[in-house]
């Protein structure tokens, strides 16, 4: 079986009879076809490239505390954010936005009632992984001087910013988010229901806070104004936004 197992991989021409050849072949396809898997390159399967992934939380799981706890990471993302993922995937393998950039499938499928619910799961998708980038520990306090300035200008001020943010966190009615938004040369401030996002309305969205029941319940229960009060003086991460800016 050794001469098999190198078989495998090479073989010396003229060292195995006929029989032996057309196993090489197959071996040797087998080999290809390993090999290809390997690459993600499999034909008639999504190819990792084609697949949206769950990012992994850009903090340890016990960061958050106590702000956010790490049971409800766990939950919010292990649970809920996992289940975007795989229903986005379902949905897209073998269809026109198999391959294509989450971004790319939120902005093809909104505003179209055959793929409702493919726009609702892709959007939740990406509407998280924009959410845990928002949050950071040691987050809150000033932001960098030059968004403090577009803020500024903006707003009026970093208080006007927090106060709108804050009115659009607990003015959204049930399930949504509120969003801090670059529309054209300005921030807004901009609160969406369910999977709803600026992405689909030429806004660039920078930072965002879930306000989906899930994201607060087990650590706040029926306190949103508790959970967004906590997340824009401890986890909101300015340095990211700022980026984002290019400032
Ligand atoms: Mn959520």
Redesign the pocket.
Known sequence: MRGEEILFFDVPEGAVGPASRSRRDFLRGSAAVALLVLLGGFPGKARASETVRLPPLPFSITALEPYVSVRTLEF?HGK??QAYVDNVNRMIAGTEFAGRPLEEIVKASAGRSETASLFNNAA?ASN?DL?WRSLTPGGGGVPPAPLLRRIESSFGSLEGCRKAWTEAALGQFGSGWAWLALDGGRLRVVKTANADTPLTMGMTPLLVI?V?E??YYLDYQNRRAEYVRAVLDHLVNWPFASQCLGA
């Open positions: 919010h809920h954010h939740q998280h959410y879930d989906w899930h994201s």
